[in-house]
């Protein structure tokens, strides 16, 4: 299908794997995106580069739209997103006190990345949970009517999540 | 594909419904399980099958049961009663055990009434508080009590009759004209007729159309679209296929939230269904009619809820709007007449048909008909999902099924509308729900995002807090939208901070008028709207944050 007869190797890369499912469909590009974000937690530079070449669009067009949308990261983030929803609700709630504390407590400010790469904190637009506000996020997991004073408990959370994993591998 | 016969499918579940002894209803919500109903669930069968009920008693994960703020919930249905007699709330693990040991138990051991012991009575939510009382469920009715990953289900519960009948009895054009007599308007916020849009799509040329389901629910403090995708997702695709072929569609797409996992998981389980059942595909039920959906994600724009901007990103692009006209009815997606409904309009469809368009206009005001869904949250005590007629006055949402203020502080105003709404203040909170009667005040009924604020809310900090949003989301095409929202917002944050004076008031008023008449699409047209309600029902509170000249 593609120069070079990529297809036909048995071990594609994930940018080839998405591109074969989806280069035939209609509005694809985005879709394509989501699959490799899903699993890379981010869009490399060099798979972006396949993603064009695989999909017959110019470079251009892949980070108009890569930088375009929110969702999308062109750098790896921490092992734990810490996602906590700004929302009406969760912002008249508390959320910004989370954040605070999370700032504190974390040392870094929103949109960093801890330097051990444990923790990224981010600020986002409504979890859909507002009748749990207010809410954070860590790695899909919802902590719903979070109080400050919980904040250093979710992080000891997530360290020995980390550290078990350490363990295993 | 045999023709499916919805009729022998809907017996078949009601009688395997039937040889249950009990049913209970799990909450299995996004709401819910992020408070933990997913351990209720296993706890809830494993004490079943501990107890040796595993096929007596039949667990049902449902779709949101709308009292988001005192989840997990589990209903209990005994003895093949309609609805649930018993609705536990903030329901654990070990609660769970007790009450199948300690209530379902006994109750099908006794065979009749049987008293609730009192440590659990405690947990019990009374039926008949104005929360479950005062609602009226159309859009709502099977989530909560149907699992919404079972097609069965739906049917049973009456799912696909109105595909079935329309296709059986009427012309595309005489569907339009019966969602036209029903007087349903687009929920997504706009208010259009839903019937004028249908009509102007089918009478547009062009030999391929498509049905866009807007289910970009970008609102914060609403989610009123994602619990109905998670919770009866089959009502959506009824919709769009009404739709369809109303307007001579061949084609569905749900462009959904990407933040929204599992709606769209729920959709496309649905969509699979659908088509194994034959009701998505070629020669739909037997007739020469066939339509398919598809999923497209978003990627977290808000802007995209604007139907041009999002038919942009359907396609895999920027998610920008375009001057209208040309009106997606002419000339949408991939350039071919479009007709984007929102997942609240399309999910009313069925029902419209099925019970008729006088029953669904016989709800509601001279305007507005049917009824609406709201997200009612904040500062209320009940807070939760509702869905009310149109004409039911806010304090009745408020101060009824809300059940009044959750501080103990006296409220102060309702937000409505989300970044594009406004505030609307207690005084006026006998203004019943209706589209017009909302504009007036200077907010607008938006996709039904409804926040209750007290005395200790600041509105100008409300106000420099949307349109903090709204700036942050501006696509950046048109000038008075990307510049003038940026500039407004530094004077608010200076005003709220206290180093505001006079003139920077009046200069936020100048810049609200320019982004209103000056912007492209209703992102920035509607972006001065929660400042220029709270200046105008709360002018106080700016003005005693003003420095005078004397400072």
Known sequence: MTEGGKTTSPKLSPAARAVKKWRRKRGALIMVLHEIQN?????????????????????????????????????????????????????????PELVAELEKELEIGQGETTPDGLFHLQCVRCVGCCGLAPAISVNGKIYGKAAPSQVRQILAEWRAVFREEDVDD | MTEPDLKKIAGEELARQGEKSARIACCASTGCLSSGSGEVMEALLEALSSHGLADKVEVVPTGCMGLCSHGPLLGLEIGGEDGFRFLYQEVNPLLTRLIVAEHLLPSLEAGGDFPVPEFLSSHLLPLDIPFFTRQEKVVLANAGRINPERIEE?????????????????????????????GLRGRGGGGYPTGVKWRNT?????????????????????????????????????????????????????YIRAEYPLAVERVEKALKQARGRGLLGKNILG?????????????????????????????????????????????????????????????????????????????????????????????????????????????????????GSSSGRPLKAIQTGGPSGGVIPVS???????????????????????????????????????????????????????????????????????EGNARDLSQVRRLSEAMRRGSLCGLGQTAPNPVDSTLRYFEGEYLNLLKTDDD
């Open chain 1, 39 to 95: 699993q890379a937690g981010f869009v490399p530079r060099e798979t972006a580069r396949e993603i064009a070449e695989g999909m017959e669009v110019p470079l251009a067009r892949v980070y108009e739209v890569l930088t375009f949308y929110n969702y999308f990261k062109l750098r790896p983030p921490g092992k734990a997103v810490i996602s906590v929803c700004t929302g009406t609700a969760c912002h008249l709630k508390g959320a």
């Open chain 2, 154 to 182: 739906y049917i049973a519960a009456g799912g696909y009759r109105a595909l079935e009948k329309i296709l059986r009895e009427k012309t595309p054009d005489a569907v339009i004209e019966e969602v036209a007599r029903s």
């Open chain 2, 202 to 254: 089918a009478d547009s040329r062009g030999g391929e159309k498509f049905i866009i389901c807007n289910g970009d629910e970008g609102d914060p403090g609403a989610y009123m679209d994602r619990s109905i995708l998670e919770g009866d997702p089959h009502a959506v695709i009824e919709g769009m296929l009404i739709a369809g072929y109303a307007v001579g569609a061949q084609s569905g797409w749900f």
């Open chain 2, 287 to 403: 007739t020469d009619f066939s339509f398919d959906c598809r999923v497209r994600l978003g990627a977290g724009a808000f802007v995209c809820g604007e139907e041009t901007a999002l038919l942009a990103s359907v396609e895999g692009k920027r998610g920008t709007p375009r001057p209208r006209p040309p009106y997606p009815s002419q000339s949408g997606l991939w350039d071919s007449p479009s007709c984007v409904n929102n997942v609240e309009t399309l999910a009313n469809v069925p029902a419209i048909i099925r019970q008729g368009a006088g029953w669904y206009a016989g709800m509601g005001t001279e305007t507005s008909k049917g009824t609406k869904v709201f997200a009612l949250t904040g500062k209320a005590r009940y807070s939760g999902l509702i869905e009310v007629p149109m004409g039911t006055t806010l304090r009745e949402i408020v101060e009824e099924i809300g059940g």
């Open chain 2, 428 to 498: 006026l909170l006998d203004t019943p729900v209706c589209y017009e009667k909302f504009q007036e005040l200077g907010s607008i009924m938006g996709s039904g995002g409804m926040i209750v604020m007290d005395g200790a809310d600041s509105m100008a900090e409300i106000a420099a807090f949307y349109l903090e949003f709204t700036v942050d989301e501006s696509c950046g095409k048109c000038a008075p939208c990307r510049i003038g929202g940026k500039q407004m917002l530094d004077l608010l944050k200076k005003i709220a901070a206290g």
